[in-house]
């Protein structure tokens, strides 16, 4: 009998991905979650008219645990009602980080509670995974955390140099005082951790650079779901190029330097740029407003229709983990730029370009380049679509499944 793993995770991250993967193959000994679409009311719910659900129930409906077994799922409602409301009535980035705090501990306690069945190991998430993970090993048990993102530290070093280079960007929102506690429990899980998964070789190297336990890291990169389904593309031969910028609005995603590069191109390409622009301060976003299309928050069911637009994908990031939009971007055809920070699996020079964080001039660079030279745009498309199966939720899985038997069996 193969040995299994508990998996605590909140929210649907990649679409179930990692519970799935374990299921699959037969390691799966139990799925703990906040919130997800489980039948029999999740069909109840999906009754109502679109047109009728708020934003709040939409999201719900769009969680569903495909492939994980309902009797191996327990979720705790109540808790996410909680979450849910207290991350609404949260008004700056202080109050976001207690609840954050409040969230994981509360979690994990229901976690222990409920009991780790007879499990050979854990699998949790940063932040989120504390206390399952000393109380696994007090079990004798193997322990798994993925790092999501770079550490909160490192984050916060790179913010804190762009936020005295761009002062007019963001508020005080990000004003936080519980980061101090969120570092220190994201240290504590590495400490109780037998591997900390990466999904790039920045994240390891951010872990590294603050000093963690960069032996014990192990990079594995993700893959695109099998929900995500291109649309076909057209070529688009004419000017100007069709420049995506897909994420959060903000520093942390390179904004200044999207508006940079888009004042230095002026009409040579086409920016659109799709998410939440919530903490920028107005005079930037109106900068910004002048020089693109900003359309906002896009639900993750419409983001197809701006790759189907798109010629090649921009993410300038200072700070990220392995940023799925550019998996997708690659597995869509389309080219794109980014920078080392961005944990992406972009090839340089192959299937789109690596950029220097922080740097518009190179970002223009690049972007003229491919629009005076659309023969060398199709190249790098097709070299992107040929890589498409070292992209896919089985290569991953095929990844992930390695190094978690490497552990468990060892």
């Known amino acids: 009998m193969k040995t299994r793993v508990t998996v605590c995770q909140m929210g649907a991250r990649m679409h179930y991905a990692v519970p799935r993967i374990l299921h699959d193959a037969g390691r799966l000994e139990w799925f703990f979650t906040d919130l997800c679409a489980l ?25 569903v645990p495909d492939g994980v077994p309902r009797k191996r799922i327990k979720m ?14 949260a008004h700056a980035m202080s109050e976001m980080s207690a609840t954050f705090l409040w969230a994981g501990k509360t979690f994990c306690e229901r976690v222990i509670h409920a009991g780790l069945g007879n499990a050979h190991g854990v699998y949790t998430f940063n932040t989120a995974g504390l206390e399952v993970l000393i109380h696994a090993r007090r079990r004798g048990m193997k322990t798994l955390v ?134 920028v301060l107005p005079a930037r976003l109106q900068d910004l407003q002048k020089h693109a299309d900003v359309r906002g928050f896009v639900p993750r069911g419409q983001i197809s229709e701006h790759y189907r637009w798109a010629d090649v994908l921009l993410l300038p990031s200072l700070c990220e983990g392995s940023a ?59 070299r992107a679509l040929d890589r498409s199966q070292d992209l896919t939720i089985e290569a991953y899985g095929g990844r992930l499944l390695k190094v978690v038997a490497a552990l468990l069996d060892e």
């Open 39 to 63: 039948e029999p009311w999740a069909a109840v719910l999906s009754a109502i008219p679109k047109r009728l659900r708020p934003a709040s129930l939409q999201r719900l409906l769009s969680r």
């Open 76 to 89: 705790f409602a109540r808790f996410a009602i909680e979450y849910s409301r207290r991350l609404a009535s």
């Open 146 to 279: 993925e790092q999501t993102i770079a550490p909160r530290e490192f984050e916060a070093r790179l913010l804190a140099r762009e936020r005295e280079t761009h002062p007019d960007w963001e508020d005080g929102f990000l004003d936080d005082e519980h980061a101090a506690e969120l570092t220190a429990r994201e240290r504590e899980e590495w400490d109780n951790a037998d591997l900390i998964l990466c999904g790039s070789d920045f994240v390891r190297n951010a872990i590294a650079a603050c000093n963690g336990p960069a032996p014990r890291c192990v990079v594995v990169p993700y893959g695109v779901d099998s929900h995500f389904k291109p649309a076909p593309r057209p070529e688009n031969n004419q000017k100007p190029l069709h420049v995506l910028v897909a994420g959060t609005v903000g520093l942390r995603k390179g904004s200044p330097y999207v508006l940079a590069a888009a004042q230095q191109l002026g009409t040579q390409a086409e920016f659109r740029i799709v998410g939440f622009t919530g903490s």
């Open 324 to 382: 799925t939009v550019t998996y997708e971007a690659l597995t869509a055809g389309i080219p794109v730029i980014a920078t080392p920070n961005a944990g992406s699996c972009v090839r340089d020079g192959q299937d789109g370009f690596i950029v220097p964080a922080a740097d518009a001039e190179a970002i223009a660079e690049r972007i003229d380049m491919l629009s005076r030279n659309r023969e060398l745009l199709r190249t790098l498309s097709r």
